[in-house]
């Protein structure tokens, strides 16, 4: 299995991007997309994540102004983000969870910037 994520950028701050995770590599069934972040010299957080059962969790700094979704046919996750804080600049990460084989698969990650 192989994720790709897409997408990053510079963007001023309250403006908007559009993350996207593609994934691929045979047959497998998604338990989960989450979608995770790394800030210079900070550790990896989690910024949210969406079930095969379409449940959402996020975390509290971007409740309200991320969505995640996601596209089965073209099996791809979505990270809506809006209204971006300096804050939010980090290399962001998509992670999946694969039912019988774990959540260790992670794409490349992809540089989101921030400009005040």
């Known amino acids: 299995v192989q994720l790709q994520a897409s997408g990053g950028g510079l963007v001023q701050a309250g403006g908007s991007l559009r993350l996207s995770c593609t994934t691929s590599?045979?047959?497998?069934?998604?338990?989960?997309i989450a979608w995770y972040r790394q800030a210079p010299g900070k550790a990896r957080e989690l910024v949210g994540e969406?079930?095969?059962?379409?449940?959402?969790r996020y975390a509290d700094f971007v409740k309200g102004r991320f969505t995640i979704s996601r596209d089965s046919v073209k099996k791809t996750s979505y990270l809506q983000m809006n209204s971006l804080k300096p804050e939010d600049t980090a290399v962001y990460y998509c992670?999946?969870?694969?039912?019988?084989?774990?959540?260790?698969?992670w794409g490349p990650g992809t540089q989101v910037t921030v400009s005040s």
């Open positions: 590599g045979g047959t497998f069934v998604l338990n989960a």
């Open positions: 992670n999946a969870d694969i039912l019988g084989r774990g959540n260790g698969y």
């Open positions: 969406l079930s095969s059962t379409d449940y959402t």
